[in-house]
């Protein structure tokens, strides 16, 4: 990324910040997801999966953040007091934030009070956001193609990603069950959350096969799906499966701000080439689909 064009872009999250810090220091209500958009330029559809990857952070973490930094700035002050920093900061009871430092800190408002050096550092600390371990990719290797719309049958999963090997299972069942495995014609699927913004119970994702031919009619939890269309940025990552939220964010951080393109309002979807049962897990491969158009 060019640094120009990625100073603009941080640019745009900043403005995003300031509007968090700001409703975090008068005690408002946080802004709703249009006002966030429109303050980084960014659709909404896409808006928590971009200020993630150009943040480090997701927006909650952002907003947990300076909430604490918040309180320290509070509690270092001569007459702070840690009722009012608590009440100050959006926690309902001086014992949900006492939870909350304590659990962010190892240690206590009070105590914390009284370590001047150390609050201090930890009000620096939080002034940006944690560089976190992270995951090594290799360059990228990104094609603009053109998709043509294909069909698919699918089944949503809700709840843990940790299933999804379980809802495959019930897919390839249902299409072996009908004689329809020899037209399969790929392994896709589309996260619609990410478990690092959504809670693990609650996050969707379409399992889903592609189809050559007509396809056995769907019924039940099993329905029709349509993907491609338009132009997609395609990039392959070739590991574990468990990092490709990680490598998403890598696409759009390394390659997207810089590549005179936008994202389109549809879901990116990902087409795995291997089975993770019959795989290494170091060779596994799938292609990320991002959906964008000339910027």
């Not at 930094?69 to 270092?76: E, F, S, T, Y």
């Not at 193609?145 to 294909?150: I, R």
Request: hydrophobic content about 40%.
């Amino acid at each position: 990324m060019k640094t120009r064009t990625r100073h603009q872009h941080l640019q745009r999250i900043d403005r995003v910040v300031a509007l968090l810090q700001a409703a975090v220091e008068q005690g408002n209500e946080l802004p709703e997801l249009a006002t966030l958009a429109a303050a980084a330029h960014l659709s909404p559809f896409h808006f928590h999966r971009i200020y993630r990857a150009l943040a480090g952070e997701t927006v909650g973490n952002t907003v947990a953040r300076l909430r604490l930094l918040r309180a320290l700035q509070l509690l270092a002050e001569p007459d702070g007091r840690v009722t009012e920093a608590a009440l100050a900061v959006g926690y309902e009871t001086p014992q949900a934030f006492a939870r909350a430092f304590r659990q962010a800190f190892d240690t206590t408002p009070s105590d914390m009070r009284r370590q001047g050096v150390r609050l201090q550092q930890e009000i620096e600390r939080l002034r940006q956001p944690s560089p976190g371990e992270g995951v090594a990719f290799s360059p990228l290797k990104v094609e603009v193609v053109s998709v043509e719309p294909f069909r698919l049958v699918a089944i949503r999963h809700v709840g843990d990603p940790v299933g999804l090997g379980q809802t495959y299972g019930r897919l390839f069942q249902w299409m072996a069950e009908r004689g329809a495995l020899e037209q399969m014609a790929g392994i896709y699927g589309v996260p619609h959350d990410d478990p690092r913004d959504v809670p693990r119970e609650h996050c969707a994702f379409e399992c889903a096969l592609a189809l050559a031919g007509e396809g056995p009619e769907t019924v039940g939890e099993v329905h029709p799906l349509q993907l491609g269309g338009g132009l997609w940025a395609r990039a392959r990552h070739v590991g574990s499966y468990d990092h490709l939220d990680d490598f998403t964010d890598h696409f759009i951080a390394d390659w997207l701000s810089d590549s005179g393109y936008t994202l389109r309002d549809a879901w990116p979807f990902r087409h795995f080439h291997d089975d993770p049962e019959e795989t290494p897990e170091a060779v596994l491969r799938a292609d990320i689909y991002l959906p964008v158009e000339p910027g």
